[in-house]
């Protein structure tokens, strides 16, 4: 049986043909008859010049192109690699190799970086941005092939994950890990009615293209900005000119959405779906004061993406609850179908409240790891998927994240949540942005390091000690606070904590303070 997840286009295109599915700012490029017939000619191009199972590199910026040239490789046959198009030359050097990538193609901003590699089986890179160059417009030469038959376990989707503790690890999702990412969107996250819009402000390489899915089952519309990227300005503009919009936001660029100068009209607006970092209570506030019941949170990573627990907007409109603001902290509960667990290093499910490593389980999570069993084997034992991430889950079943496991601070012996010291020190006015990291030290071990961005003038360091001091214990206070003019974030607005760890080898900021004593 065929479960190919191009047939949701295909679908689609029967069920609405002249409805839009594509759009390029105000400017639409397709229905969902043309997108479906440019497709289907683009896989035959393809499967001209591959196999079944081959692997295509993307590395790409937001572009209409990432729409075809996806649904492409599934009605062929063949396995997308979506690419992090910030990444060093060596590391897109490394996935291509790793992956096995038989094509690549890539925006002409970063053509010139990628055609140069040196990566073994690669035959060539093509400029999709060209779209009428012969290298490109010459794969839409061939008759429309029928979809190719695929099977639920046959791999769809490489996703390469960050790297941050060594070589990135090709994530292997499946056809029926998309199809259950996709059910549970539906299901779980937000409906999608005919017309209604995604907007591709988050790179498509990530969360924003498994966004995609959902919305073409349901003959909704891609739309990307002119820019390819988040820009404030132009997605209050789309706003006017779109109606249904959805987008996936990480907390910062929520949190830029917010503090947008202006009364900027988000009529236009239908869902904010936010994850990829800690959303703080205060800034969610802050965002449904801004645009009311509009927000909804996920929590997932690579290896079940976008697809481990959910908040929906319901839950976060549910202010007469007593614990709302607990449930606000939270990453919600586990999505439908998919079971999650606290547990401890054997395994072992913790109580409601206990802190413990995250295990999940479903049909969400990745096959394995591409080419690399033993570390397969590492995070998928005992048949559940082992996140590294650190949380409790309540006695409802809600999951509150502390931290990545290599996260945590270990000073005195004891275990500190950045976290739970970050929520405390954001509600200091002075305050914009926060990232606390743990400082190796001969005495304690680590120390807690709190890196500031102000607002305006630099808060007093008295006033932040104070502030702490009435809400979390002493031995969580920093014993050090450095002012720094922003926060190192990747492209999807994750802080860089191991940036912020680097600086320790450089002197204190002046403005920064320690040796204190606890």
């Known amino acids: 049986m065929s479960v190919n997840v191009a047939h949701l286009l295909v679908r689609a295109a029967q069920t609405w043909p002249r409805r839009p599915a594509l759009a390029r700012g105000e400017r639409l490029l397709a229905n969902y008859a043309e997108l479906a017939a440019r497709v289907a000619r683009l896989a035959a191009g393809l499967a001209a010049r591959l196999q079944p199972n081959d692997r295509i590199g993307l590395v790409m910026k937001n572009c209409p192109q ?67 160059g012969p290298a490109y417009a010459g794969l839409f030469a061939a008759a429309a092939m029928p979809m190719a038959p695929r099977a639920a376990d046959d791999a769809a989707w490489l ?21 259950a990412a996709i059910l549970n969107y539906l299901s779980d996250v937000d409906t999608i009615a005919p017309g209604d819009v995604i907007l591709h402000a988050a790179p498509m390489s990530h969360g924003s293209g498994f966004y995609m899915l959902p919305h073409v089952a349901h003959a909704g519309v891609n739309v990307i900005p002119e820019s390819g990227g988040f820009d404030p300005a132009e997605i209050y503009s789309l706003l006017q000119v779109h109606r249904g919009v959805s987008l996936f936001a990480a907390p910062t660029m929520v949190k830029r959405l917010v503090e947008h100068p202006g009364e900027a009209d988000s009529a236009g607006l239908k869902t904010i779906i936010y994850g990829g970092g800690p959303m703080y209570v205060a800034d969610c506030k802050a965002a449904l004061q801004r645009f009311g ?33 607990q449930r606000l902290a939270s990453v919600g509960h586990a999505f439908t179908g998919v079971e999650i667990r606290v547990a401890d290093a054997d395994d072992r499910p913790l109580p409601p ?85 743990g400082q190796p030290d001969p005495e304690w071990g680590e ?51 191991t940036r912020l760890r680097e600086l320790f080898g450089t002197p204190p900021n002046p403005q920064s303070r320690n040796d204190r004593s606890r």
């Open 159 to 179: 996703f390469y994950t960050s790297g941050t503790t060594g070589r990135p690890k090709g994530v292997t999702l499946t056809m029926r890990n998309l199809m």
């Open 293 to 325: 019941g509009k927000l909804a949170q996920i929590y997932g990573q690579g290896e079940s993406p976008m697809t481990i627990t959910c908040l929906d907007k319901a839950l976060h409109a549910d202010t007469s609850h007593p614990r709302y603001e």
């Open 447 to 497: 120390i807690v390091v709190a890196f500031i961005v102000p607002r305006g003038p630099a808060p007093d360091s008295a006033e932040l000690d104070a502030l702490c001091l009435d809400n979390i214990a002493r031995f969580k206070r920093p014993k050090r606070y450095v002012m720094v003019d922003s926060l190192p974030k990747n492209n999807t607005g994750k802080v860089l904590k």
């Open 353 to 437: 409240g206990a802190i413990g490593e995250i295990l999940v389980r479903g049909d969400t999570v990745m096959a394995g790891y591409w080419n690399n069993p033993a570390a397969s084997a590492e995070t998928l034992r005992n048949g559940w998927l082992h996140t590294g991430d650190v949380g409790s889950l309540d006695e409802d079943g809600f999951l509150t994240l502390k931290d990545r496991s290599k996260d945590v601070i270990i000073s005195g012996g004891s275990n500190i949540y950045p976290r739970e010291v970050e929520e405390v020190l954001l509600r200091h006015p002075a305050v914009s942005e926060v990232s606390v990291v």
């Open 66 to 132: 990432y729409v075809e040239l996806m649904f492409a490789c599934w009605h062929a046959g063949l396995v997308a690699v979506p690419i992090n198009a910030k990444l060093h030359p060596k590391e897109l050097e490394f996935i291509l190799a790793d992956s096995g990538a038989r094509l690549c193609f890539a925006t002409t901003d970063l053509y010139d970086a990628v055609a140069p590699l040196s990566v073994a089986g690669l035959e060539a890179v093509i400029d999709a941005d060209n779209v009428s």
